[in-house]
């Protein structure tokens, strides 16, 4: 399925700006998607990531995730959830699974524990749709995430957002908005295991 032309489909069929629950990772990668889609939803941002480390590193990221939506003129009103840290349960999620390479199953798993959260969080809350940042990034498998995000879809009862946010020049978009406001870009996606394949790749 191309889910950039999905997601197209799904904002020009809206009747009326809806409320939009959004999984964020980090602040790089919400720009882009903020700037889009603050147009069509109110949004709620959920900054739940229990898989980074350490935690000077999860502060770091949430801070530059509330300095953005700060001072970023966007189309709507927007605001930000602070998630529980809970490495514990990443932990617990990882186990048995620590020497797999990066892009498979752990990240698999890693995706659907936020984006399962997100869907809770849009279920209790009452929002229309729920979503996530994660497909922006060229290292995510966006295939994988849109299956997550239908599978969650029907578990939950709330409807999820598809989307493929790098399409249509949306990393590339990303990456100038954190040059403008001077967003701290992370080496590695979050977690130990994300941060020792990014330092072992950086010795070659």
């Known amino acids: 399925m191309n889910y950039q032309k999905r997601l197209e489909e799904i904002i020009e069929a ?3 700006r809806k ?4 999984h964020a990772c980090c602040a790089p990668c919400s720009s882009y998607v903020l700037e889009y889609l603050t147009k069509y939803f109110d949004i709620s941002i959920l900054y739940y990531n229990p898989n980074i480390s350490p935690y000077t590193e999860y502060e770091k990221r949430i801070s530059e995730l509330k300095r953005l939506v700060r001072e ?3 189309s709507g009103e ?3 959830i602070d998630g529980k840290y809970d490495p514990e349960r990443f932990s617990d999620m990882a186990n048995g699974m620590e020497d797999m390479p990066e ?3 752990r990240c698999f798993k890693c995706y659907r524990l936020r984006m399962e959260e997100a869907a809770k969080a849009a279920l209790e809350r009452g929002f229309d749709y729920f979503t996530t ?3 922006i990034s060229p290292h995510k498998n966006a295939q994988k995430i849109n299956e997550i995000g239908r599978e969650l879809e029907q ?3 709330v409807k999820y957002l598809f989307a493929d946010f790098k399409k249509k020049d949306g990393h590339k978009r990303s990456i100038q908005i954190s040059h403008e406001y001077g967003l701290y870009r992370q080496s590695y996606c979050g977690c130990i295991y994300s941060k020792a394949a990014a330092e072992k790749q950086k010795n070659l």
């Open 78 to 80: 927007s605001d930000i």
């Open 103 to 105: 892009g498979g199953e």
């Open 133 to 135: 940042t994660l497909s």
């Open 14 to 16: 809206l009747d009326g």
């Open 155 to 157: 578990e939950y009862g």
């Open 72 to 74: 970023m003129p966007l």
């Open 19 to 22: 409320k939009l629950l959004l």
